[in-house]
Nanobody
């Protein structure tokens, strides 16, 4: 399974970015991020059907995850970006299609990261 993440870039605090993750197959998809010197952390996830959605507390109300199954694409709309959102963002796929998991070890496939840099 190949996952292709895109949409990262540099933005000022308060700005917005939209990340995309393109993949093939039926999977639950999660977004994770990893800032320099920190562990990878869960951001948001969406199941294949339902869909069921889960957000981390740090992004709830600012980020929106959605999917277009016809295009095999999951989006992460990031609004009101903060300096602390700066990280490499990864999308990951999980074969369990009905349940969103929030730990990295529960995901089976990973895409390459895309850098998000927020300047204050």
């Amino acid at each position: 399974v190949q996952l292709q993440a895109s949409g990262g870039g540099s933005v000022q605090a308060g700005g917005s970015l939209r990340l995309s993750c393109v993949f093939s197959g039926r999977y639950t998809v999660g977004w994770f991020r990893q800032a320099a010197g920190t562990e990878r952390e869960f951001v948001a996830g969406i199941s294949w059907s339902g869909p069921r959605i889960l957000y981390s507390d740090s992004v709830k109300g600012r980020f929106t995850i959605s999917r277009d199954n016809a295009k095999n694409t999951v989006y992460l709309q990031m609004n009101s970006l903060k300096y602390e959102d700066t990280a490499v963002y990864y999308c990951a796929a999980r074969r369990v299609v009905f349940v969103v998991a929030s730990t990295a070890r529960e995901y089976d496939y990973w895409g390459q990261g895309t850098q998000v840099t927020v300047s204050s």
